[in-house]
Structures are given as structure tokens and as C-alpha cells.
């Protein structure tokens, strides 16, 4: 019998759409977006970045962690990613 997991990930890939959508959970992806919008209308990155891309690298660096249990996943984390981020974009 197929993991809860695969048969999203089937219905996903069924569906062509991304996991956390065709799993009716895109609120993490929005909340992400919109942290990055109001980023971008203060300045803090510029405003033609691409914006999907920075969420994509934020969730692989997240589930690479959790997955692999590669590296801790923590505040630490997050706020040395969150810079690297930072740093990636303004340069």
C-alpha cells in the first residue's frame, strides 16, 4: 500500500502541479512570498529578483536538512541562510 506521501506526490506530478499545491498546502509558499514582496518594497532585496527561485532554494536547503539529516535545522540555520540570501541577491 502506497505511503500517504507518494500518493501526493503521484496526484502531484499527476495533476502538474506543484506538491504543496495539489495537497491544498500552499500557505508556507505564500507566507514566504509575501516576506519576500514586503523585502523587496523596502529595498532589503531588489525588486526584480526572482522571487520563486529564493523560495525554491530556501525549501531545498530545508528539506535537504530534514531529509538527510544533513546539517541541524534550527535559528541558526535559518539566520545564516537568511543572510547568505541576502548576500546572493545584493551583490
Known sequence: MPSTASACATRSFT???????????D??????R??????????EIPPDVDRELLIDVVYGVLWYRLMLNHAPLGEDAGR??????????SA
Not at 80 to 89: D, M, Q, Y
Open 15 to 25: 495533476a502538474g502541479q506543484p506538491l504543496g499545491v495539489a495537497a491544498g498546502d
Open 27 to 32: 500557505h508556507l509558499g505564500a507566507a514566504l
Open 34 to 43: 509575501q516576506i519576500l514582496d514586503r523585502a523587496a518594497a523596502r529595498g
Open 80 to 89: 545564516e541562510l537568511t543572510g547568505l540570501l541576502i548576500r546572493a541577491v
